[in-house]
C-alpha cells in the first residue's frame, strides 16, 4: 500500500478554537491519515508531495444525491416538486436506461464532484422501470471507477400518497404495488461484503408517505439485522405537509416512531415542513437531517428549520439532491446557500449558520448522518481514513485572509481545488482526474442527454393522474394562503 507524505501544508482542522495549523506534514499510510504534525518522519519509500502554498482540508459529503439525474439537468423550471418528479420519471420509463447508460451518467456526476472536492456520496437511486441487480452494479461500478467513497440507497416505495391523501377518509384503502428490491438488495450486500468494497450500501424507503407501515416496518427491521443506514426523503414539499396531517393525525414523525423506524441509523433528506414535535422526535432518536438548500429553493419546497434543528441537538448534513433539480453536484455552492438562507430564515444572529457551521456540515456531519463513515472520514486528524482535498487559492481567493470564510463565502463551486485523495489514493492530481477519461466520457454522455432531451419534450406538460391531483392540491393549498415558506 502506497505512503504519501504530504509536506508543508496548511490543516483546515475543523477546531473552533484553532481552525488553521501551518507548516504540517501529513502522513498517509494504508489509505489511513497515520499523523498531522510539524515534524512527522516517513519512511524513505514514502512519495513526498510538496504542498507550501496549499490547503488540505477534509473531502466534502455529499449526503443526499440522485446520480443519474444527471441526465435531465436543467430540463425544467417552475415547477413544484410533485409535478417536476412525475415529467423525469415519465421520461425515464421511456429511456428504459440500461446498465451501460446508468454508468455513464452515474460517472459524470462522480466525476464533477470529484472536480469539486467531494468525496463521499450517497446516491439515492431510483429507476424506471425497476431496481435490478445489474443496474445496482453499475452505480457501484462508476464509484470504484472514479475512485469516490460511494454508498447507494436504492429506493423503494409501494403506493402513490398523493393519489391516496387527495381521496376523502372513508374511501381511502391502503392500496400498495410492490415493486422488487429484496433479493436484488441482499445479492449487491453479499457482492460489497465479500468484496471488502469501499462503497457501501443502505436501504431507501422513497419517502415515507410513499410507503406502507408493512413495507417501513420490513426496513427497519432488515436495517437492524443486516446492520445498515436507512435514508429517506422527509416532508419536503408543502403537500406533503398536508397528506402528512391527513394521513397522520399524530404527525407523520410520530407515527414512524411507533414503528420504530426513527433511530440513530436514519438520515432524512430535506425535512423542511417538520413541526417542533417531529424535531423533538429525531433530536431524542439520533437522527440525522440532510439539508438540500439549492434543489428546496429551485423547487419552491421552502426553507428547512436549520436552526431549530441544530439547537436540538439534531446532526445536520448537507446535500445536493439530483442534478435536475439543484443542476449541479457541488457541495461548496450548498455551504454557501445554507450560511445564506439561515439569514433569511431568522432574525437572531446566534442562529445563523457561520461559515465554520457550514463546513463541519459539508465534512463531519455528513460524515456522522451514514452509519457506515461514522468517526471514520470528515476529519483530517490521525486514524481517520486519508479522504481530504488538496486546495490551491487562485484569484478568487485572494487576498487570503480568513480561509475558513473565505471556503464559504467566495471559492464558488471549489476552484481552488486541486487535488483530491480517497482512502488515500490520488484519485484527482493537479486538476485531472486519475481514473477518468474525460473526453471519453463527454463522447459517452452526449449522445444520451440528447436522447433524454428528445424523450422529455414528449413528456412534459402532459399530466398523469398523480400529478393533476398534485396541481390540484396545490392550487388549492395556494388559495388557503398558508404562508409560502
Ligand atoms: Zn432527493
Redesign the pocket.
Known amino acids: 500500500m502506497t505512503r504519501i507524505l504530504l509536506e508543508d501544508v496548511t490543516v483546515l482542522t475543523l477546531d473552533r478554537r484553532k481552525p488553521l495549523l501551518e507548516r504540517q506534514r501529513i502522513l498517509i499510510d494504508g489509505g489511513v491519515i497515520a499523523a498531522v504534525a510539524r515534524r512527522v518522519d516517513a519512511p524513505l519509500e514514502a512519495r513526498r508531495i510538496d504542498c507550501s502554498g496549499m490547503i488540505a482540508m477534509p473531502g466534502l459529503v455529499n449526503a443526499?444525491s440522485?446520480l443519474t439525474e444527471i441526465l435531465q439537468r436543467s430540463f425544467r423550471d417552475n415547477l413544484p416538486m410533485e409535478i417536476w418528479r412525475g415529467e423525469r420519471a415519465r421520461t425515464e420509463e421511456r429511456a428504459r436506461l440500461g446498465p451501460e447508460e446508468i454508468s455513464a451518467a452515474a460517472e459524470l456526476a462522480c466525476a464533477e464532484m470529484l472536480k469539486s472536492g467531494v468525496t463521499a456520496v450517497v446516491d439515492?437511486f431510483s429507476t424506471r422501470p425497476g431496481l435490478s441487480v445489474p443496474k445496482m452494479e453499475a452505480i457501484l461500478s462508476a464509484f470504484e471507477r472514479t475512485g469516490i467513497r460511494g454508498v447507494l440507497v436504492p429506493s423503494v416505495r409501494d403506493r402513490d400518497f398523493v393519489r391516496m391523501a387527495s381521496l376523502p377518509a372513508n374511501r381511502r384503502k391502503e392500496r400498495t404495488e410492490p415493486e422488487p428490491w429484496r433479493e436484488e438488495v441482499q445479492e449487491i450486500i453479499g457482492r460489497l461484503r465479500r468484496g471488502r468494497s469501499l462503497s457501501g450500501l443502505m436501504l431507501g424507503p422513497s419517502s415515507p408517505l410513499n410507503c406502507s407501515d408493512g413495507l417501513l416496518r420490513e426496513v427497519a427491521a432488515m436495517a437492524q439485522r443486516l446492520d445498515l443506514g436507512i435514508h429517506t426523503?422527509l416532508l419536503e414539499t408543502r403537500l406533503q405537509s398536508w397528506a402528512a396531517a391527513r394521513l397522520y393525525p399524530g404527525t407523520l414523525c410520530g407515527h414512524l416512531a411507533k414503528l420504530g423506524f426513527l433511530s440513530s441509523r436514519l438520515s432524512a433528506?430535506h425535512g423542511v415542513w417538520l413541526t417542533d414535535r417531529e424535531i423533538d422526535l429525531l433530536a431524542a432518536s439520533g437522527a440525522s437531517v440532510v439539508h438540500?438548500p439549492a434543489?428546496n429553493l429551485k423547487l419552491g419546497s421552502g426553507i428547512a428549520p436549520v436552526a431549530k434543528l441544530r439547537n436540538r441537538g439534531v446532526n445536520v448534513a448537507l446535500g445536493t439532491?439530483?442534478g435536475d433539480t439543484s443542476d449541479t453536484y457541488s457541495i461548496f455552492e450548498q455551504m454557501k446557500l445554507a450560511a445564506c438562507l439561515s439569514r433569511v430564515a431568522g432574525t437572531n444572529p446566534d442562529d445563523w449558520v457561520t461559515a465554520e457551521d457550514a463546513l463541519a456540515m459539508g465534512t463531519v456531519n455528513g460524515a456522522e448522518a451514514i452509519p457506515a463513515w461514522r468517526g471514520k472520514i470528515g476529519r483530517i486528524k490521525s486514524g481517520y481514513r486519508a479522504d481530504l482535498v488538496l486546495l490551491k487559492p487562485g484569484l478568487r481567493l485572494r487576498p487570503l485572509t480568513d480561509p475558513v470564510r473565505q471556503l464559504v463565502f467566495s471559492a464558488g463551486g471549489g476552484d481552488a481545488v486541486h487535488t483530491v485523495l480517497v482512502d488515500g489514493k490520488i484519485v484527482l492530481e493537479a486538476g485531472r482526474l486519475t481514473g477518468v477519461d474525460e473526453n471519453a466520457l463527454s463522447r459517452r454522455i452526449e449522445p444520451l442527454g440528447k436522447k433524454m432531451y428528445r424523450l422529455y419534450r414528449l413528456e412534459r406538460n402532459k399530466r398523469d393522474r398523480s400529478q393533476s391531483a398534485a396541481a390540484l392540491l396545490y392550487r388549492r393549498l395556494n388559495r388557503e394562503k398558508r404562508a409560502p415558506l
Open positions: 443526499h440522485h439515492h426523503h433528506a438540500n434543489s439532491d439530483g
